[in-house]
C-alpha cells in the first residue's frame, strides 16, 4: 500500500458536522471538486461536494481560510475552472485538501459553530447547477482494457488475430476532440456519416444504426509539461490531479468503416461526456490494489512498482424512453485495465509531446473478464449477434433515440463510500 494511506484527511473514522450517509458518494473521506453556479448568481464558483452540500472554495478563499497554505493569498479559485489550481501541483492539493477536511470535522468548531459564515458557504446542492470543471485543452482516449481490445479484436479480424502485435508493448491511444467533451446531462443527437458498403457499391449515408456507449473513466492532468521534456514513470503520478467518469460514445458502423488506416474519427468525436465532480487522486489513495500481471514486462521506461490500479466498481444502467425505470446492464472495474494511468501519462510524453493542466485523459472501454462486465453495447450485443434482453421487456444491439445511458461508480471504503456521482446522457434523433 501507498504511503499515502496514512494521511489524516482519509481515515475512515472521521465524521463531518455535515450530516452524510453510508451510500453517498460525497463524505468528508472524498471531497471531489467542481465548478457551478447558483440561479442568483451568473458567476461560475469552485466547490467541494459534502453530502447533500457543495461548500463555495471560492468563497473561503475570499476569506483567506488558504493564505497559511504554500499558495500563501495567491488565488487559484477565482475563475471558472479549476485549471490554475491543477497547475499549482501536489503540495497545494494536499495543503488545501487538509484545509477543507479540518474545516468540515464534526469536532472542529470554525465553521460548525459560525452560523452565518456556514450559511453562506454551504450550499444545498438542489440549489446549484454544476457547470464543466475544467477548461479541457486536449483530450486523449486510451486503448488499456485487454478484454475490450480482445473482444473487439475477435469480432473484426478473429480470435486469432484478436490483439495486435503492439497491444502488450504500448499504450495504444487516439487523439480525440477536446470541443465535444460534454458534461452529464448534456443530451447528443444521433450521429450521420458514411458507413461500410455492401460489397462494391458506394458507402450508404445517413444516421448511424449502431451509436453505442463506452464506459470509460478518465484523469485530469495537472501541472503541465515542457515541449521535449518528458514526464518519466516516476514523476506521472505528480501530475495526475483526479479522475472523473466517462462516456465515450461512439457509432461503430461509422467506425468500422474509417478506422484503418488511421483510427477514430467522426464515429467518436461527435460527443464525450464527463461527470462533474472531479475526485482527487489523493482521495483515491486507499484504494489502490495491484493491477493485471504484464507478460510480457513492459519497456523501461513503462515500468513501475506497487500498486498502480484503483478497486473502483463501476455500473451503466439504461432508461429507454417511456419505460419505468433504468436497468443495469454492465457491471465493471477499473482495477482490469491493463494499462496504468502512469503508464498512459509517461507513454504520451515520452517522445516530448507536452502536456498543459487541464488535458484529459480516458482510459478506453473497461471491460472485465465475463459478459455481464462488457463497457459497451458493441460487446454486450456480441456485434449485434446477440441482443441484449432487458429486464423489463425490450431488447437492444444498440443504442435507440430516446435511451438514456447513466454510468456512475465508487469505492467502498470501511461504512463510507468515495463515489463520482454519475455521468448521465440521452440519445436524440439524428438532425436532418
Known amino acids: 500500500m501507498s504511503s499515502e494511506m496514512n494521511n489524516p484527511t482519509n481515515d475512515a473514522a472521521l465524521r463531518s458536522f455535515v450530516p452524510v450517509s453510508p451510500e453517498s458518494h460525497f463524505p468528508i473521506q472524498n471531497l471531489p471538486y467542481g465548478v457551478f453556479r447558483c440561479a442568483h448568481n451568473e458567476r ?4 467541494v461536494a459534502i453530502g447533500e452540500f457543495v461548500l463555495d472554495v471560492t468563497a473561503l478563499e475570499d476569506r483567506g481560510f488558504f493564505d497559511q497554505t504554500v499558495l500563501g493569498g495567491r488565488r487559484v479559485f477565482d475563475g471558472s475552472s479549476l485549471n490554475a489550481f491543477l497547475a499549482s501541483g501536489h503540495t497545494a492539493w494536499s495543503e488545501v485538501r487538509a484545509v477543507i477536511s479540518r474545516l468540515l470535522r464534526d469536532d472542529e468548531p470554525r465553521l460548525r459553530d459560525d452560523a452565518g459564515l456556514r450559511d453562506s458557504v454551504l450550499i444545498p446542492m438542489g440549489r446549484v447547477e454544476m457547470r464543466m470543471p475544467v477548461a479541457i485543452g486536449d483530450y486523449t482516449d486510451f486503448y488499456s482494457s485487454r478484454e475490450h481490445a480482445t473482444n473487439v479484436g475477435t469480432m473484426f479480424r478473429g480470435k486469432d488475430n484478436a490483439l495486435m502485435p503492439n497491444y502488450l508493448w504500448v499504450p495504444v491511444g487516439y487523439h480525440g476532440r477536446a470541443s465535444s467533451v460534454v458534461l452529464s446531462g448534456t443530451d447528443l443527437h444521433r450521429p450521420v456519416g458514411q458507413s461500410s458498403p455492401d460489397g462494391n457499391a458506394a458507402p450508404p449515408f445517413g444516421p448511424s444504426q449502431a451509436v453505442d456507449f463506452e464506459l470509460e473513466m478518465g484523469f485530469f492532468v495537472g501541472p503541465g509539461s515542457e515541449l521535449g521534456r518528458p ?27 474509417e478506422y484503418v488506416p488511421l483510427g477514430p474519427f467522426l464515429g467518436k468525436n461527435f460527443g464525450t461526456s464527463i461527470s462533474p465532480w472531479v475526485v482527487s487522486m489523493e482521495a483515491l489513495e486507499p484504494f489502490r490494489c495491484e493491477g493485471p500481471v504484464q507478460e510480457p514486462g513492459p519497456l523501461p521506461y513503462l515500468s513501475i512498482q506497487g500498486n498502480q490500479a ?33 503508464q498512459q501519462l509517461a507513454h504520451h510524453t515520452v517522445n516530448g509531446c507536452d502536456v498543459r493542466p487541464g488535458d484529459l485523459m480516458a ?14 453495447m458493441l460487446e454486450l450485443s456480441w456485434g449485434g449477434q446477440k441482443p441484449v434482453t432487458l429486464p423489463g421487456g425490450g431488447e437492444r444491439r444498440f443504442l435507440e433515440d430516446g435511451d438514456r445511458v447513466t454510468i456512475t ?16 446522457g440521452r440519445i436524440l434523433p439524428a438532425r436532418r
Open 310 to 342: 484503483i478497486d473502483i466498481g463501476i455500473e451503466v444502467s439504461l432508461r429507454g424512453e417511456g419505460s419505468d425505470g433504468a436497468e443495469v446492464i454492465c457491471r465493471s472495474n477499473f482495477r482490469h485495465l491493463y494499462w496504468s494511468m502512469a
Open 44 to 47: 461560475s464558483r469552485i466547490g
Open 231 to 257: 514526464i518519466s514513470i516516476e514523476e506521472a503520478r505528480e501530475h495526475i490531479f483526479g479522475m472523473v467518469l466517462v462516456n465515450d460514445w461512439s457509432a461503430r458502423d461509422i467506425q468500422k468503416w
Open 409 to 424: 461508480g465508487w469505492c467502498q471504503g470501511d461504512g463510507y463510500r468515495v463515489g463520482f456521482g454519475e455521468v448521465t
Open 363 to 376: 482510459s478506453g472501454t473497461i471491460s472485465g473478464p465475463t459478459p455481464d462486465s462488457y463497457g459497451s
